[in-house]
């Protein structure tokens, strides 16, 4: 009887010791798992591309790619430098610097101007010249070969006719007037150049040369032609003899003979 007594209690005081000690070891685990510091995990850092001057610009000096050289930076260190990273930035050889960029400052839009812009002129034009507009035909700037910063030659074409009282055969001739004309500005009223729209070339001229053209455009038809040098300058020259050997450039019949010029 006492034995059936015995056995009940003791299993019991033993459960009730394993019950106590599992929960103080489960204490004591809640203690270690709190006092283990907790593990910052750290975001990546997202990088972009920037452009960084190899060496100083000056204001007003015209920008290539070669001037700078790409370097990969934090994408926020951009941002802050007024980098926009979704608008990647191709450098274009008619931009041209609107304040001094130091060797490697990065180029953001604030630093240059694109043709596109109102106050390029103002930026491209050099010291005592001033912009003259000329309008042409679109094929002669179609495909790029006249641009901002290009140079051109000018041409004038005169043609004369019969004269009054005497009848001659009319004569062209072609003359270069200017040669390797900076070339400012390229514009269209619409924005797109068409072979038969007309186009507004900007012209950089000297006070000189200005006075010559407003000229030459009241006596004669102007082209302008991309430049190959002034050296090449003076071969754009020819009349009507030169394209037919046997037209002889001005013939005036008087009476019974002929004379001809």
């Known amino acids: 009887m006492n034995s059936r007594i015995i056995i009940p209690v003791g299993l019991i005081a033993v459960g009730a010791g394993l019950y106590g000690f599992s929960q103080d070891y489960l204490k004591s685990q ?47 260190q951009a941002i802050d430098k007024g980098i926009d990273p979704s ?6 050889d008619t931009w ?27 930026y491209a034009i050099s010291q005592n010249h001033v912009p003259f507009p000329m309008v042409v035909k679109g094929s002669a700037v179609i495909g790029g070969s006249v641009k901002a910063g290009a140079e051109v030659d000018i041409i004038a074409i005169t043609e004369q006719n019969e004269s009054e009282g005497a009848y001659r ?17 390229v514009e269209s009223n619409d924005g797109v150049f068409s ?22 455009k009241q006596i004669a038809k102007l082209e302008l032609h ?5 050296e090449q300058a003076v071969l754009l020259q020819a009349n009507s003899g030169d394209v037919l050997p046997q037209f002889k450039a001005i013939a005036e019949y008087r009476g019974n003979s002929l004379v001809v010029r």
């Open 30 to 76: 809640k203690v270690a798992v709190a006092s283990e510091p907790t593990v910052q995990v750290e975001q990546p850092i997202t990088m972009t591309m920037v452009w960084q001057a190899k060496s100083t610009i000056e204001a007003r000096q015209g920008l290539t790619s070669t001037m700078f050289e790409l370097v990969s930076v934090p994408e926020q």
């Open 87 to 92: 608008e990647p930035i191709n450098i274009e």
């Open 195 to 216: 072979t038969n729209d007309d186009v507004t070339v900007v012209l950089e001229l000297s006070r000189k040369e200005l006075a010559t053209l407003t000229i030459a």
């Open 169 to 185: 055969v009319s004569s062209v001739d072609i003359q270069p007037i200017m040669a390797a004309i900076k070339v400012l500005k």
């Open 96 to 122: 041209i610097a609107t304040k001094q960029i130091n060797a490697e400052q990065w180029l953001s839009t604030n630093y240059y101007v694109t043709p596109e812009a109102d106050s390029y002129i103002d």
């Open 226 to 230: 991309k430049s190959a040098g002034i």
